[in-house]
């Protein structure tokens, strides 16, 4: 059975740092993109990252470049986003999600519980 | 403001057939990028229902399919259930954003 658990969501001050992690189990890890992906009641979902099988290759959306950094480490079958100069607009559920397909026509089939970020003072 | 734009709500009696259409322009659906759907239940994380326009997963019940129009797509579902009362989102593709990106979601009401 695939299993995704995201751990390390919590409260952070505007401007902090903070990493998230995802341990999968119950599939071949190395086989497949994965993905962060993350909600809020107002916005809806919001693909934020993704990267390839070894993690030579990684993509982000606009509002999150330059701030989010996304890892994996194979050895371990987990993924991170380490998040820095975090603002409001960042608060939101964040899952850890596993891709399928190929790149540009990708889907996520499986979903972690998600982790909730706060971003307050 | 969503990409992809999804009516906020669709309600349906039990047995009811009901759809869902997802709008997009000529740099995402409009350029054939894939499209996907999801349902979820308030409080727990999406699970996949169509994939690639028209496909479903194992273990989604028949009554769910997935077809395209133009620029739109739609998710039907046929013999509408209690259970089904859920939240559904489509995603796709954006060309321009080159970016991965859902609509805004429909809730579906089991009247």
């Known amino acids: 059975e695939v299993q995704l658990v995201e751990s390390g969501g919590g409260l952070v001050q505007p401007g902090g740092s903070l990493t998230l992690s995802c341990v999968a189990s119950g599939f071949t890890f190395t086989n497949y993109w994965m993905s962060w992906v993350r909600q809020t009641p107002e916005k809806g979902l919001e693909w934020v990252a993704n990267i390839n099988e070894g993690g030579t290759e990684a993509f982000y959306v606009n509002s999150v470049k330059g701030r989010f950094t996304i890892s994996r480490d194979n050895a371990r079958n987990s993924m991170f986003l380490q998040m820095d100069s975090l603002r409001a607009d960042d608060v939101a559920v964040y899952y850890c999600?596993?891709?399928?397909?190929?790149?540009?026509?990708?889907?996520?089939?499986?979903w972690g519980q998600g982790t909730l970020l706060t971003v307050s003072s | 403001q969503s990409v992809l734009t999804q009516p906020p709500s669709v309600s349906g009696a039990p047995g009811q057939r009901v759809t869902i259409s997802c709008t997009g322009s000529?740099?995402?659906?409009?350029?054939?990028?894939?499209v996907h759907w999801y349902q979820q239940y308030p409080g727990t994380a999406p699970k996949v229902l169509i994939y690639?326009?028209?496909n479903r997963p194992s273990g989604v019940p028949d009554r769910f399919s997935g077809s395209k129009s133009g620029t739109s797509h739609f998710l039907a579902i046929s013999g509408l259930q209690a259970e089904d009362e859920a939240d559904y989102y489509c995603q796709s593709y954006d060309a321009s954003l080159s970016d991965y990106v859902f609509g805004a979601g429909t809730k579906v009401t089991v009247l």
């Open positions: 999600a596993r891709d399928q397909g190929r790149r540009r026509r990708q889907y996520r089939d499986h």
């Open positions: 000529s740099s995402n659906i409009g350029a054939d990028y894939d």
């Open positions: 690639a326009n028209s």
